[in-house]
């Protein structure tokens, strides 16, 4: 029986040789093609065009290739890149180009056992649920016809999105401003699609740069390449090594980010979420707005209303913040999850420059990140948040699923002041401290997210909440 293929919130992913096989990229690229068929044409335009992509995980050509070839029979062409690629970078291909979309062979932070297809809609954006609820009803009604192969109505062609995504990079990022300050930076693409991109940037404005995991390896050093502290070692140990200031990684699609300080602590992503958010304001001026998931510091919130700027809280999944950056109502949006992009980007995570402008803010600041968030704890108050994983039985899935869907007056002794529901289960307590839970769609975690003013009701908070799963 064939795999169903559901998009979620970063599209389809699955294991290699398991789900992910050519059988099933075939169904699910056929239920794109159909779909994007079926979309108007943008103007000027005499075909659909779509770009095909990749990271540089196992058998990413083949993939690619079959892909490109079940477009070409529904007269789509295939604009194919044939190097890895950045999924921002493909991202700000799919909106400079102006194609139909893009098919990105990627599971980012996941393992490297498993694959992945992200689809891109013309905005550069990721697919919105209403357009991978029609994807996914078309790959449902694939009959063995459909998914014969076919005369190749049009020919491939090979693209190359280096050369314009580097370009809009150095024009967000004042390059010049790192390079005089003398900063040393160490890059980590994590083996992953940033090779290349970040380093060259970096070095041809002079910048004192060194990398790590800098070559091709589709088992990502034996784990997932995923940017997080107990994954670092390397970099920090490179930094140690050269005297770097500041440490500038991406996963395995260079769509989120990692940042280790100049004496070697890793900071959590909220906080650099906050930090450029505030950077950004001071640097461009720019007081438009702020995106943040339900699941993210309330420091940013607290950024917000010191500057006098809109706030917008939305579901987790990063094409909610995409839209407003299209609508240009924020100066930055950003998930806990290491993703986030500014005004006049991609409306797409973007790891790469994540790291630039940190860097940037380093070098233009004249101070470590540590050091400039405790300036913004003593302007706007101290935040700790915590996020953890509690692995379930299908059993305990199932009754903590039911158990959600009530609303609690209190948690732990702490009496509950608002519970919000725009993305799973979000209790706020009097004292504006919160915990936040939401189901896995695919496994039987539950993913618990916790914030306190100081570390010490941050803890009790993280085991009360603990508890609350357990109990």
């Excluded at 992503?269 to 702020?290: M, Q």
Aim: aromatic residues 8%; glycine residues 10%.
């Amino acid at each position: 029986m064939a795999a169903q293929i559901k998009f979620g919130t970063s599209g389809w992913r699955a294991i290699v040789a398991d789900e992910f096989t050519l059988a099933n990229v075939r169904r699910a690229v056929t239920g794109i093609a159909k779909y994007v068929a079926a979309q108007p044409l943008a103007a000027g335009q005499s075909t659909h065009r779509i770009l095909v992509g990749r990271d540089p995980r196992f058998l990413g050509e083949r993939f690619v290739a079959e892909a490109a070839a079940v477009l070409a029979q529904h007269g789509i062409v295939p604009e194919v890149i044939p190097d890895a690629a950045p999924t921002p970078a493909i991202a700000y291909a799919v909106r400079e180009r102006k194609t139909s979309g893009a098919i990105n062979f990627t599971a980012s932070h996941n393992p490297p056992e498993y694959n992945g297809i992200k689809f891109s809609t013309p905005d550069g954006a990721p697919a919105l649920p209403e357009a991978t609820r029609q994807i996914e009803a078309a790959i449902a009604a694939l009959t063995e016809e459909d998914l014969k192969p076919g005369k190749q109505l049009v020919e491939a062609v090979q693209v190359d999105v280096k050369p314009q995504y580097l370009k809009r990079l150095a024009e967000l990022v004042d390059l010049e401003a790192i390079q005089k300050a003398g900063l040393k930076v160490v890059v980590d693409p994590f083996w992953g699609a940033g090779r290349g991109y970040a380093m060259e940037l970096l070095t041809s404005a002079g910048v004192d740069a060194v990398a790590v995991h800098d070559y091709r390896d589709v088992l990502f050093g034996g784990h997932a390449p995923e940017p997080d502290d107990h994954l670092l070692t390397d970099c920090k140990a490179k930094m140690k090594e050269v005297g770097a200031q500041i440490g500038i990684a991406t996963d395995g699609d260079a769509d989120r980010f990692g940042i280790v300080d100049a004496d070697g602590t890793f900071i959590q992503p909220n906080y650099v979420i906050a930090l450029l958010f505030d950077y950004l304001v001071e640097t461009r001026g720019w007081k438009n707005g702020v995106a943040k998931s339900v699941a993210t510091t309330n420091l940013v919130n607290a950024l917000a209303e010191k500057h006098g700027v809109p706030l917008y809280e939305t579901p987790v999944g990063f094409k909610y913040i995409g839209e407003l950056i299209l609508q240009d109502k924020i100066v930055i949006g950003g998930e806990e999850s290491a993703g986030l992009t500014i005004r006049g980007h991609v409306p797409e995570k973007d790891g790469v420059l994540a790291g630039l402008l940190v860097a940037e803010m380093v070098a233009r600041r004249g101070k470590s990140v540590g050091q400039q968030l405790q300036e913004l704890f003593g302007k706007v108050g101290s935040f700790y948040p915590i996020r953890e994983n509690f692995h379930l039985t299908p059993e305990g899935k199932a009754k903590f699923t039911e158990k959600v869907k009530s609303d609690p007056t209190e948690l732990g002794g702490m009496a509950v002041s608002q519970v919000v529901r725009t993305d799973g289960l979000k209790l706020i307590f009097t004292d504006g401290s919160w915990v936040c839970y939401r189901l896995s769609g695919t496994e039987p975690v539950v993913r618990v997210y916790t914030e306190a003013r100081s570390g010490k009701e941050s803890a009790s908070l993280s085991e009360a909440a603990r508890k609350w799963v357990l109990e």
